[in-house]
């Protein structure tokens, strides 16, 4: 039983029978870095030994580094270098000295002292943010801000979210974030953005902007967003979407699903479902012949079904995530990943709902076919933005497709890496803490009496799964019940036949703790529940009495339907279900209450409209009698119970 069961959504990876720190660097930040390095805006702080660039983004930012990206950000950087420029400080160090001069003689900034700038000084967000307004033509000292309360400014024109306003720990990566997000701003009084302005400057391409995902960014003016055609979006960002390959610790393939690179470091996106209980992987880049090994796990979420990947490599064309529009019911969306291990594949549709709950899970729905495989691949929308990661869809139903909202990526730290093997171990030993409890731990019944136990865990996680088994099944069935609460859930149990059985409850799929166990015992004594019997069907329990339910209708057959003693009694569903809620257990209580009446049961079948129906047999009697559902004269869903005289 899975905790939440409202409906049932498939996984959708191909099996081959087969608390994130305040300081770590997030997504967003992440991502905005590599646009703002793909513009040359942002130099980092020397290269890896692979070659890429280190941002350390988690430090915090120094004035001189501050005052580099505001002369960047107005596009005077080939001047401030080629420029005489000179300031009357001693501590400014000789890389900075030319950016620092250029703001000095502009006016952009002044010292601390007569012959110190506090090169090393950590500025705070009011302090940089001063600097970008600055960038965009506002001005704090002809009144249109204050530098200390500089936020409210740039709250009011979009700038930040009110993220800036507590005075919170301030990072480089909080730089890259405001940079990259003022690239997309208006200067003041005018439809230019500072992209445009920049691109007029010469301080940046137009290639080099349609790579860093602003090309919206060059049409502001015309106050929209460039839409894409979908040869657009394929040509974009298919290359980003790779196929991913999942190993047990013994080498043998688990699954293939997608996933998306979010960085050209590597930094990759898929579902944690696609990795669970995976020792290695590995990643096929469109492209590229050899596969890239995975070499770990930066972060994951189980209840957000998220896994944050760093692939073995640099250079990956990457997707930028949406963080300006948010999804629309009825927008254009673009899926692009493997289904059932395909070569990179698009398919089109829309939002369906971008805020739609299963399994108490949230999720953006959509029209846009995904398979077995497609787990983990990307939801864009017709910007060439990621708005979801494809994780699953209901496969009673028609085009109804699902995706975690990309924003939720923003949760995942990016602190540090683990090993695949290591995130084993992480919810091995989680799962390991996970018990199970049982109340009462006997039921002691009579035949087609249902009674009903409290199963209990001590987590709230979501994604476990129970299941029961019974000794003796002539004896006891049972019946799962609602999740009462975040840590229980019922279990019913219909007494079927004088004896006694064993229950045992466990965590199923590798969803707890696989040693956790409870056991109860159920006895069940000869005697029937006492309920009333039909009059015209000799020692026939009655369904309406047991139930509590008023019969809809009673039906005699007459002489021309070559039926002996025919009747038939009918019950609304809907008059059911308004007493027993989703409990079906009632439908085997009565099952037990006709065999103990000696009405033994033959066999059973589904009718054409799809409802089982059982037959039963008492030859005290020499009745014959069928238990079901069916669709009645007038349309309505009914319980019957129909007997005659068995020929």
């Given at each position: 039983?899975?905790?939440?069961?409202?409906?049932?959504?498939?996984?959708?990876?191909?099996?081959?029978?087969?608390?994130?720190?305040?300081?770590?660097?997030?997504?967003?930040?992440?991502?905005?870095?590599?646009?703002?390095?793909?513009?040359?805006?942002?130099?980092?702080?020397?290269?890896?030994?692979?070659?890429?660039?280190?941002?350390?983004?988690?430090?915090?930012?120094?004035?001189?580094?501050?005052?580099?990206?505001?002369?960047?950000?107005?596009?005077?950087?080939?001047?401030?270098?080629?420029?005489?420029?000179?300031?009357?400080?001693?501590?400014?160090?000789?890389?900075?000295?030319?950016?620092?001069?250029?703001?000095?003689?502009?006016?952009?900034?002044?010292?601390?002292?007569?012959?110190?700038?506090?090169?090393?000084?950590?500025?705070?967000?009011?302090?940089?943010?001063?600097?970008?307004?600055?960038?965009?033509?506002?001005?704090?000292?002809?009144?249109?801000?204050?530098?200390?309360?500089?936020?409210?400014?740039?709250?009011?024109?979009?700038?930040?979210?009110?993220?800036?306003?507590?005075?919170?720990?301030?990072?480089?990566?909080?730089?890259?974030?405001?940079?990259?997000?003022?690239?997309?701003?208006?200067?003041?009084?005018?439809?230019?953005?500072?992209?445009?302005?920049?691109?007029?400057?010469?301080?940046?391409?137009?290639?080099?902007?349609?790579?860093?995902?602003?090309?919206?960014?060059?049409?502001?003016?015309?106050?929209?967003?460039?839409?894409?055609?979908?040869?657009?979006?394929?040509?974009?960002?298919?290359?980003?979407?790779?196929?991913?390959?999942?190993?047990?610790?013994?080498?043998?393939?688990?699954?293939?699903?997608?996933?998306?690179?979010?960085?050209?470091?590597?930094?990759?996106?898929?579902?944690?479902?696609?990795?669970?209980?995976?020792?290695?992987?590995?990643?096929?880049?469109?492209?590229?012949?050899?596969?890239?090994?995975?070499?770990?796990?930066?972060?994951?979420?189980?209840?957000?079904?998220?896994?944050?990947?760093?692939?073995?490599?640099?250079?990956?064309?990457?997707?930028?995530?949406?963080?300006?529009?948010?999804?629309?019911?009825?927008?254009?969306?673009?899926?692009?990943?493997?289904?059932?291990?395909?070569?990179?594949?698009?398919?089109?549709?829309?939002?369906?709902?971008?805020?739609?709950?299963?399994?108490?899970?949230?999720?953006?729905?959509?029209?846009?076919?995904?398979?077995?495989?497609?787990?983990?691949?990307?939801?864009?929308?017709?910007?060439?933005?990621?708005?979801?990661?494809?994780?699953?869809?209901?496969?009673?139903?028609?085009?109804?497709?699902?995706?975690?909202?990309?924003?939720?990526?923003?949760?995942?730290?990016?602190?540090?890496?683990?090993?695949?093997?290591?995130?084993?171990?992480?919810?091995?030993?989680?799962?390991?803490?996970?018990?199970?409890?049982?109340?009462?731990?006997?039921?002691?019944?009579?035949?087609?009496?249902?009674?009903?136990?409290?199963?209990?865990?001590?987590?709230?996680?979501?994604?476990?799964?129970?299941?029961?088994?019974?000794?003796?099944?002539?004896?006891?069935?049972?019946?799962?019940?609602?999740?009462?609460?975040?840590?229980?859930?019922?279990?019913?149990?219909?007494?079927?036949?004088?004896?006694?059985?064993?229950?045992?409850?466990?965590?199923?799929?590798?969803?707890?703790?696989?040693?956790?166990?409870?056991?109860?015992?159920?006895?069940?004594?000869?005697?029937?529940?006492?309920?009333?019997?039909?009059?015209?069907?000799?020692?026939?329990?009655?369904?309406?009495?047991?139930?509590?339910?008023?019969?809809?209708?009673?039906?005699?057959?007459?002489?021309?339907?070559?039926?002996?003693?025919?009747?038939?009694?009918?019950?609304?569903?809907?008059?059911?279900?308004?007493?027993?809620?989703?409990?079906?257990?009632?439908?085997?209580?009565?099952?037990?209450?006709?065999?103990?009446?000696?009405?033994?049961?033959?066999?059973?079948?589904?009718?054409?409209?799809?409802?089982?129906?059982?037959?039963?047999?008492?030859?005290?009697?020499?009745?014959?009698?069928?238990?079901?559902?069916?669709?009645?004269?007038?349309?309505?869903?009914?319980f019957f119970i129909m007997a005659y005289d068995s020929q």
């Open positions: 039983m899975k905790k939440r069961m409202s409906m049932a959504l498939v996984v959708i990876l191909i099996v081959c029978m087969f608390s994130p720190s305040a300081l770590a660097a997030n997504l967003k930040s992440v991502q905005s870095a590599d646009a703002l390095y793909t513009l040359g805006l942002f130099k980092g702080t020397g290269t890896d030994e692979a070659g890429n660039p280190i941002f350390a983004l988690d430090r915090t930012p120094t004035r001189e580094e501050a005052v580099t990206m505001l002369v960047r950000l107005l596009g005077k950087e080939d001047e401030a270098l080629s420029g005489n420029w000179t300031h009357p400080f001693t501590d400014v160090d000789a890389w900075a000295a030319p950016y620092v001069s250029y703001a000095y003689v502009m006016g952009l900034t002044k010292g601390t002292g007569s012959t110190t700038f506090g090169s090393a000084v950590q500025v705070n967000a009011a302090q940089y943010l001063t600097f970008v307004l600055r960038a965009l033509g506002y001005s704090d000292s002809a009144g249109d801000f204050s530098w200390d309360t500089a936020s409210v400014l740039s709250d009011e024109i979009g700038l930040t979210s009110g993220e800036y306003t507590q005075g919170d720990s301030f990072t480089r990566g909080d730089i890259a974030s405001i940079s990259f997000g003022a690239l997309s701003q208006k200067l003041k009084g005018s439809t230019t953005t500072l992209t445009q302005s920049l691109l007029t400057a010469g301080a940046v391409t137009e290639e080099a902007v349609n790579s860093a995902g602003l090309s919206g960014a060059l049409n502001a003016g015309s106050g929209a967003l460039k839409t894409l055609s979908s040869e657009e979006i394929y040509t974009k960002c298919a290359p980003a979407v790779f196929r991913i390959v999942v190993y047990d610790a013994a080498g043998t393939a688990l699954g293939t699903a997608s996933g998306f690179f979010i960085s050209s470091s590597g930094i990759a996106v898929t579902n944690y479902h696609v990795i669970d209980g995976a020792a290695s992987a590995l990643v096929y880049v469109p492209g590229k012949t050899e596969p890239y090994q995975v070499k770990g796990v930066y972060d994951y979420n189980t209840s957000t079904d998220l896994a944050v990947l760093q692939v073995d490599g640099d250079g990956f064309p990457y997707l930028e995530t949406e963080s300006t529009v948010e999804p629309q019911g009825g927008a254009t969306v673009y899926a692009i990943g493997y289904p059932l291990g395909l070569n990179s594949t698009i398919s089109q549709g829309i939002v369906s709902n971008p805020d739609q709950t299963v399994d108490g899970k949230e999720y953006i729905q959509t029209t846009a076919p995904i398979s077995a495989g497609s787990s983990g691949g990307a939801l864009i929308n017709a910007y060439g933005r990621v708005i979801g990661v494809t994780s699953g869809t209901i496969s009673d139903g028609q085009n109804l497709n699902f995706a975690v909202p990309a924003a939720n990526l923003g949760t995942l730290s990016l602190e540090s890496v683990r090993t695949l093997q290591a995130v084993i171990q992480e919810q091995n030993a989680l799962r390991a803490q996970i018990t199970l409890g049982v109340s009462p731990s006997s039921l002691a019944l009579q035949i087609g009496q249902e009674g009903t136990v409290r199963i209990t865990t001590n987590t709230d996680d979501d994604d476990i799964s129970l299941e029961y088994s019974i000794s003796d099944e002539y004896v006891a069935m049972g019946q799962w019940g609602d999740w009462v609460d975040d840590y229980s859930c019922e279990l019913h149990i219909i007494g079927m036949s004088e004896g006694s059985a064993t229950v045992k409850v466990r965590f199923a799929d590798d969803t707890g703790n696989p040693d956790a166990l409870v056991v109860f015992t159920v006895t069940v004594s000869s005697g029937a529940v006492p309920v009333s019997t039909y009059s015209m069907i000799p020692g026939a329990p009655d369904f309406g009495s047991y139930i509590g339910v008023a019969l809809h209708k009673m039906t005699q057959s007459d002489a021309s339907s070559g039926v002996e003693n025919g009747v038939i009694y009918t019950y609304l569903a809907d008059d059911v279900y308004n007493i027993v809620g989703d409990d079906n257990s009632f439908f085997y209580g009565y099952y037990a209450l006709l065999e103990a009446a000696g009405y033994s049961y033959v066999g059973g079948q589904q009718s054409s409209s799809g409802y089982v129906v059982m037959m039963f047999k008492n030859q005290e009697y020499n009745k014959t009698l069928y238990y079901g559902m069916a669709e009645d004269d007038d349309g309505s869903v009914v």
